[in-house]
């Protein structure tokens, strides 16, 4: 079964710094574009960014360039977003995707990260 | 930047209805549009992709036209389990490449 699967809710403090992750399974892992998917609460859908796991090529949107950086590591097929110093405004709900092999959609998703920030 | 709007932005509608949704793009985008279905809770769910190709495993009474700056999702027979948000969704190629529409939440009446 071709699958991302999340890592678990973190809680965290202003000014603290995070990495959450996101395992592939089931597909070629360095063969498909990995992106990243926040959600505030009550919000609608923001793409943040995406990564080709085969050679680390990372795109980012404006909105969240210089925000949060997207790593992966291929040799265990987990894909990364992190934050250096986390913000109030960053409590939401991260969603990891896969992009389509045969076309510009995101056919797969993790089950979400909630990130909490708060003092 | 290129804006992508949808309309309505909330829609109740009885079992068996036909609903629409419509997404709209401040420029060209080709067929580069797709439709995802969030129910509550979830992660979203990617049902159209290319304006028009059913994703596998999804049922027949979803579907998606247009092309160019305005596209359509049909919901052909509503369902209860059809209670989600829809998002469209669009690639560009340039930065910020992928822009999601603001969502539709459809209610059962």
């Known amino acids: 079964e071709v699958q991302l699967v999340q890592s678990g809710a973190e809680v965290k403090k202003p000014g603290e710094s995070l990495k959450i992750s996101c395992k592939g399974s089931g597909y070629s892992f360095t063969s498909y574009w990995i992106g990243w998917v926040r959600q505030m609460p009550g919000k609608g859908l923001e793409w943040m960014g995406i990564?080709?796991?085969?050679?680390?090529?990372?795109r980012y949107s404006p909105s969240f360039q210089g925000q949060v950086t997207i790593s992966a590591d291929k040799s265990i097929s987990t894909a990364y977003l992190q934050w250096s110093s986390l913000k109030a405004s960053d409590t939401a709900m991260y969603y990891c995707v896969r992009r389509a092999g045969y076309s510009r959609a995101f056919d797969i998703w993790g089950q979400g990260t909630m990130v909490t920030v708060s003092s | 930047d290129i804006q992508m709007t949808q309309s309505p932005s909330s829609l109740s509608a009885s079992v068996g209805d036909r609903v629409t949704i419509t997404c709209q793009a401040s420029?060209?985008?080709?067929?580069?549009l797709n439709w995802y279905q969030q129910k509550p809770g979830k992660a979203p769910k990617l049902l159209i992709y290319d304006a028009s190709n059913l994703e596998t495993g999804v049922p027949s009474r979803f579907s998606g036209s247009g092309s160019g700056t305005d596209f359509t999702f049909t919901i052909s027979s509503l369902q209860p389990e059809d209670i989600a948000t829809y998002y469209c969704?669009?690639?560009?190629?340039?930065?910020?490449?992928?822009?999601f529409g603001p969502g539709t939440k459809v209610d059962i009446k």
């Open positions: 990564i080709y796991p085969g050679d680390s090529d990372t």
């Open positions: 420029q060209d985008i080709s067929n580069y």
């Open positions: 969704q669009q690639y560009d190629n340039l930065p910020p490449f992928f822009t």
